[in-house]
T-cell receptor, first 114, second 114 residues
C-alpha cells in the first residue's frame, strides 16, 4: 500500500495563477480531508469529503474548491492564488470521521505564492 | 465552541522523562488523539484515548481525564529522534456531525539535547 500520496511536493505560483493539488489514497477510506498548516496556527481544515460525490467546507474554505469523483482521489483547486495561501497543505484520510479511526496524512505540498 | 491548549515549546535531555499537557473544551467530546510530526514531515499517529486512564505503548503513554478536560503525553527514556512537534487533537461529536473529524491544537515543539 502506498497510503496517502500527494503531488507536487513543492510549488511556486504567482498571484492570480490557478493550480490543483493532487491527493490519492489506496486504503479504501471513505473520509478524506485537506488541511493547511501555518506557523503558530496548527492544522486547519479546508474541505472534507465523507464519500464519493459528497464534499463540504471546513474552517477555512475561501479560495479553494474540491471534488470527489472516486473514493481514491480528492484534488484541491486553488482558483486564483494569493500570497495568504502560502502554506503547507496536507491531505488526510480515514475509514470514517468517527470512532477510533486515526487519520493518515500524506507527505504534504509546500506552496509559495509570490 | 472548541478550544485546545498545549505549551508551545519544551526542552529536555536524552534519557529523561517529559510530560506534554493538553487541555480542551469541546461541546461533545468523543476521543483524543496524539500525533507526532517531525520537521518537514507529515503528522503520524501516536495514541488514542476515549475513556479515562492511561494507555501505554512502549516508551510513550497517554492519559485522559474527561471530567477535567485534560490529557498528557508521557515520553520516557528520551532519544534525540524524539525531537518533534506533538499535536493534541480532539474528536468532538458536534463537529463530527458537521464533518470535522478532528480539531487540532497548535502543537508542542519538543527539543531533546544530549
Amino acid at each position: 500500500n502506498a497510503g496517502v500520496t500527494q503531488t507536487p511536493k513543492f510549488q511556486v505560483l504567482k498571484t492570480g495563477q490557478s493550480m490543483t493539488l493532487q491527493c490519492a489514497q489506496d486504503m479504501n477510506h471513505e473520509y478524506m480531508s485537506w488541511y493547511r498548516q501555518d506557523p503558530g496556527m496548527g492544522l486547519r481544515l479546508i474541505h472534507y469529503s465523507v464519500g464519493a460525490g459528497i464534499t463540504d467546507q471546513g474552517e477555512v474554505p475561501n479560495g479553494y474548491n474540491v471534488s470527489r469523483s472516486t473514493t481514491e482521489d480528492f484534488p484541491l483547486r486553488l482558483l486564483s492564488a494569493a500570497p495568504s495561501q502560502t502554506s503547507v497543505y496536507f491531505c488526510a484520510s480515514s475509514y470514517s470521521a468517527g470512532g477510533h479511526n486515526e487519520q493518515f496524512f500524506g507527505p504534504g505540498t509546500r506552496l509559495t505564492v509570490l | 465552541g472548541q478550544n485546545i491548549d498545549q505549551p508551545t515549546e519544551m526542552t529536555a535531555t536524552e534519557g529523561a522523562i517529559v510530560q506534554i499537557n493538553c487541555t480542551y473544551q469541546t461541546s461533545g467530546f468523543n476521543g483524543l488523539f496524539w500525533y507526532q510530526q517531525h520537521a518537514g514531515e507529515a503528522p503520524t499517529f501516536l495514541s488514542y484515548n476515549v475513556l479515562d486512564g492511561l494507555e501505554e505503548k512502549g516508551r510513550f503513554s497517554s492519559f485522559l481525564s474527561r471530567s477535567k478536560g485534560y490529557s498528557y503525553l508521557l515520553l520516557k527514556e528520551l532519544q534525540m529522534k524524539d525531537s518533534a512537534s506533538y499535536l493534541c487533537a480532539v474528536r468532538d461529536e458536534v463537529a463530527r456531525q458537521a464533518g470535522t473529524a478532528l480539531i487540532f491544537g497548535k502543537g508542542t515543539t519538543l527539543s531533546v539535547s544530549s
